[in-house]
């Protein structure tokens, strides 16, 4: 994918901030609406997902309208927009509310970053990915700084912050739309306990 495809796939995922901003300034992180919300709109994605798949003619249309920010392993996988959609639908279902939200930015915010600050000034490769030094740095101190500015302790902003830089870092199996929040989430839900 080049930079400029990259750049507008991340535009895109930035925008998933409204998300998190809904949750908490529309919804007054009602639960039960945004669960409502979130299930509707992965269903949806859904259905235009295996539409895609099985239907000739929509997967052409799909791929006229998406294919050019659509990364190589999405054209036969689920796109990243519906892993973001199950993933944010598992924060609002299991962390409580601020930190849900603040998974979910994380997602948003930490992985634009990385990306944006790593290909265009990332030099320092390490742990033998494709990722960079500044693009990981970039991920932790967006999410940090958003996470200072979002939740009530700094605690919670910087070890939030640190776990979903370690999803986005390591290389696993899973998207990583489900690790960053999902890992980001579980990290301050313990950390909340004690502090």
């Keep these: ?3 400029l495809s990259e750049a507008a ?13 809904g949750y908490r300034y529309v919804l007054g992180y009602n639960r039960h609406m945004a669960f409502i ?3 509707s709109a992965l269903t949806i994605s859904l259905v235009i997902e295996f539409n895609r798949f099985w239907q000739k003619s929509f997967r052409k249309t799909f791929y006229r309208i998406f294919g050019s920010i659509l990364r190589r392993h999405e054209f036969k996988d689920l796109t990243g927009a519906t892993y973001l959609l199950f993933a944010s639908l598992l924060c609002v279902a299991f962390f409580e509310p601020r930190i849900a939200a603040a998974s979910i930015a994380f997602l948003s915010i930490g992985d634009t970053f990385a990306a944006l600050i790593g290909m265009n000034f990332g030099k320092r490769k390490f742990l033998g990915n494709s990722k960079t030094l500044e693009g990981s740095l970039a991920c932790f101190v967006s999410c940090m700084i958003f996470g200072i500015w979002w ?3 700094p605690w919670l902003a910087i070890l939030g912050a640190l776990a979903a830089t370690a999803a986005e870092l390591l290389n696993i199996a899973l998207d990583d739309n489900i690790t960053i929040p999902l890992t980001a989430g579980i990290v301050m839900s313990l950390v909340s306990v004690f502090i």
């Design 37 to 39: 919300l979130l299930f």
């Design 9 to 21: 796939r991340k535009s895109i995922h930035l925008s998933s901030l409204v998300i998190p901003f």
């Design 1 to 3: 994918m080049g930079r």
């Design 151 to 153: 939740l009530s302790s």
